[in-house]
């Protein structure tokens, strides 16, 4: 049975966990800067996409693509975007020719043989979706185009009828990658019947992405791109934007998920779930990998323009804050994350103080949970150079905060250079986990007594 998918009209348009910040300032992420006598560890840098060849996007029917697409050609010139009414047939790829260069953008509907002929000459990259919602999609696309080939079919059959007849609309993703590989429809069957070759396929794809994480898809594909620019991926053309209730999709939902039974029927819906896992699975691995990047990139010396003050960002090589100040911290940042373990932060300081005052210095993450702490009392407020602070970080989806409040002091002021990261004995770290514990604690009980401030 033929694979149908939904018609084009026309040529696309020309086209991660939460935290809570401190009450002064927000995140800001960039590269650490380079500190005289240190060096900042870095992790393999992930490649970018579309820059030493194409980006190719194979466009997969009810799958987010249209949004994916848009969001993607956006970034390019309209004379580098290039697709065959929504479409990509092999003769129409093989036409372009020289065309096929870095800054090139190619989206649509793979045809037979394209995503082969493209391997190795183009970053291909992908999205999924879970097959119960995509068979659901699909079907209600046909039932809404009267010129489709299978609009009587959906019409007059219920929708387990239309999937025991149509059997290709159970594992439609899979027929649509098997027919972008194979170089003829009898090698497209082979490859979808084969346990591995899907899944290996898309293992080699340089993104691959699941249209139910797509936050997390534009995170991920907006690190992956050239200069990193910000993708966002709005919910279009969805099903209950469309007038089709909640209450109808989760009944077509349900009649697909009962149909997994059917003795017939249930190697083809293993096959699409093998699938859909898999994507699940290679956008986890990427995301992991970014996090491990982020953190290594962190790492190192922080120079104190990547931090904040009362005032705002900070500016220059080094802040210089007045001590006298009612400010709830007077330095704090970067709010970045890092590899978990165990570390030393060096905070670079020189203060002249008026008063018996103190600093207090901390590392903190997620804006509430104290990993570290030191109090400088005014002896040592008098001596300029380095104070450290030994902490243990222990998730890397933690985003990290080094901050500095100053209390009791009738005038003066602090010039802060920034914060030397390096890692740490775990026997220095002791002192951290108790933090830790005892701030997750102190946050607990607040939110048994909400409204009650019982530490002020």
Known sequence: MSLAAPEKSSVPRALGRGFRRSRQGGGRAGVATAYPGREIAET????????????????????????????????????????????????????????????????????????????????IITLLRNPADQAVSNYLHVLSEPHNAMHADATRLSFRDYLRLHHDQIDYQARSLALALGASPAQSDALRLCPHALTDFLKSLAFVGVMERMEACALALSRRLPGEPKISLACMNAAVCRGVSARTLALLRQDYLDLRDDAVLSPIFAREARLHKMAEA???????????????????????????TAQGPARGPSVVAPLATRARHIVHGPYSQMAPGHYRADFHLEIEALGPGRLKLEAACNGTIVLGRRWLGPAACQKPGVAAIQFFHADAADVLEFRIRAKGFTGGRLVFRGVTISPSSAARTWGSRIWRALSLARRRVRRIFSGINVFR
């Open 282 to 308: 290679l956008l986890a691995r990427l995301e992991t990998h970014l996090t491990s990047e982020s953190a290594a990139r962190s790492a190192g010396f922080i120079a104190a323009a990547r931090f904040y």
């Open 44 to 123: 393999t840098a992930t490649p970018k996409l579309g820059v030493a060849r194409p980006l190719c996007f194979l466009h997969i029917a009810k799958t987010g693509g249209t949004t994916l697409t848009d969001a993607l050609a956006r970034l390019y010139p309209p004379e580098r975007v290039f697709s065959q009414g929504g479409n990509l047939n092999l003769g129409y790829v093989e036409s372009l020719g020289p065309q096929l260069t870095e800054g090139a953008f190619l989206a649509g509907h793979a045809g037979q043989g394209v995503a082969a002929a493209l391997r190795g000459r183009a970053d």
